[in-house]
């Protein structure tokens, strides 16, 4: 794996997010029976983050939780033999609540379809709603999401790599090269 450049430094993640909190905001009238739902890993400090932006703007606390859907994904066997789960946290009731899922790559749709699939299991919201940091493209699923920080066409011989603070110490989006 070799690095081919950085695609996004922290304060163009930052206004991508910003603009994806104002977005969440507009297309659901404000904040009312909105939660946030980050996949793990790195979908959970988006979630905190645009949260936060969510607060400064509307004054209002967005309920905020984390989704686990290791055990929900398809591809479970050609991952690991032993899988590590690092927990859901859905601290409130999602039924007849507008969910924002939080990700921070979208690539074959296949991580979005086993969130939704986990989801169905915790209730049922009134809507299911999804924003990414980046759209790679490459669908193998009829999945799309409603919020985007930046469109960045890839090939399968591409890796997007999405840094945050709290795990990786920086905030940046960095693309390496597989071959």
Do not use: W
């Not at 591409?158 to 390496?176: A, F, H, P």
Request: glycine letters at 8%; hydrophobic letters at 40%.
């Amino acid at each position: 794996m070799r690095f081919k450049a950085s695609i996004m430094s922290e304060d163009e993640m930052r206004r991508a997010l910003i603009r994806m909190g104002h977005e969440i905001i507009e297309r659901n009238r404000g904040v009312n029976n909105l939660v946030l739902v980050g996949i793990q890993r790195r979908g959970v400090p988006l979630a905190a983050e645009i949260k936060s932006i969510i607060a400064d703007v509307e004054k209002a606390e967005v309920p905020t939780g984390s989704l686990d859907i290791t055990l929900y994904r398809d591809d479970l066997s050609l991952i690991s033999e032993h899988p590590q789960i690092k927990g859901t946290d859905l601290p409130f009731s999602i039924t007849g609540t507008n969910v924002v899922l939080v990700d921070d790559v979208l690539f074959t749709g296949r991580t979005i379809r086993a969130a939704m699939e986990a989801l169905s299991e915790m209730g049922r919201p009134k809507t299911v709603q999804l924003a990414v940091l980046i759209d790679r493209g490459g669908r193998e699923l009829p999945i799309g999401a409603n919020y985007v920080g930046k469109v960045l066409p890839t090939s399968h011989s591409e890796l997007v790599s999405v840094n945050v603070k709290d795990i990786d110490g920086k905030n940046c989006v960095d693309i390496y090269s597989l071959d």
